[in-house]
Structure formats: structure tokens, C-alpha cells
Nanobody, 121 residues
Framework: QVQLVESGGGSVQPGGSLRLSCAAS????????VGWYRQAPGKEREMVAR???????NYPDSMKGRFTISRDNAKNTVYLQMNSLKPEDTAVYYC???????????????WGQGTLVTVSS
């Protein structure tokens, strides 16, 4: 059973940067549209960024300017570059992706287990 795996989380000081990665747990045909979401303690999950299968990106107004989503189709990996991090960015970050496990058959909609980002001095 293919899964989504996020990596790159950790602890960083305010003003620092992190790059998160989202990839499948095994080789797949293609990763299609992908979204990054986050959930802070006691808050609802919110969208951080989305990227379509042809590279079009979408950010909520509150996320524009500091976060950048990108993709490497050769590696079937999507990244979230986070700069100028603030304590309020502390959350578990989740990847949500539509994937094509094979060149035939049905696509799957998957969520990763999440990766914790802590911004603190």
C-alpha cells in the first residue's frame, strides 16, 4: 500500500527557514496535484499551499510571500520552502496528494502522517 511521506520538519528559531518534502513511500507513476496543510494545537487544519500537476500554485493570502511550493516531477516530490518563520507557524504540516500509482488504473487521494515544525527561541 503506497503512502505519502513528509520529511524536513524540526525545530528552528524565529526568522529561520525549513524545506519540507512530500513523496510516495515507493516508486509511483506520477504525483499529481498536491497541497500542504498545517494544524496547530487547538486549531483547525488550514491550507498552506497547493500546486497543480502542471505547476500552477495557489496560496491563501496569509501565506503569500514566505512560503513557496514547488515540485520535481522527475523525483515525484513536492517541496514547501518556508522562510522567515514565526512562532505562530508552529504546527504539524501535512501533505495531501492525488497520485497515479501506475500509468493505468485509478488515482489515489492520500494524506501523509505529518511532520512537526516548531519555531521557538
Amino acid at each position: 500500500q503506497v503512502q505519502l511521506v513528509e520529511s524536513g520538519g524540526g525545530s528552528v528559531q524565529p526568522g529561520g527557514s525549513l524545506r519540507l518534502s512530500c513523496a510516495a513511500s515507493r516508486s509511483i507513476y506520477r504525483i499529481n496535484a498536491v497541497g500542504w496543510y498545517r494544524q496547530a494545537p487547538g486549531k483547525e487544519r488550514e491550507m498552506v499551499a497547493r500546486i497543480s500537476d502542471n505547476g500552477n500554485t495557489n496560496y491563501p493570502d496569509s501565506m503569500k510571500g514566505r512560503f513557496t511550493i514547488s515540485r520535481d516531477n522527475a523525483k515525484n516530490t513536492v517541496y514547501l520552502q518556508m522562510n522567515s518563520l514565526k512562532p505562530e507557524d508552529t504546527a504539524v504540516y501535512y501533505c495531501n496528494a492525488n497520485i497515479s500509482p501506475y500509468s493505468y488504473g485509478r488515482n489515489l487521494e492520500l494524506w501523509g502522517q505529518g511532520t512537526l515544525v516548531t519555531v521557538s527561541s
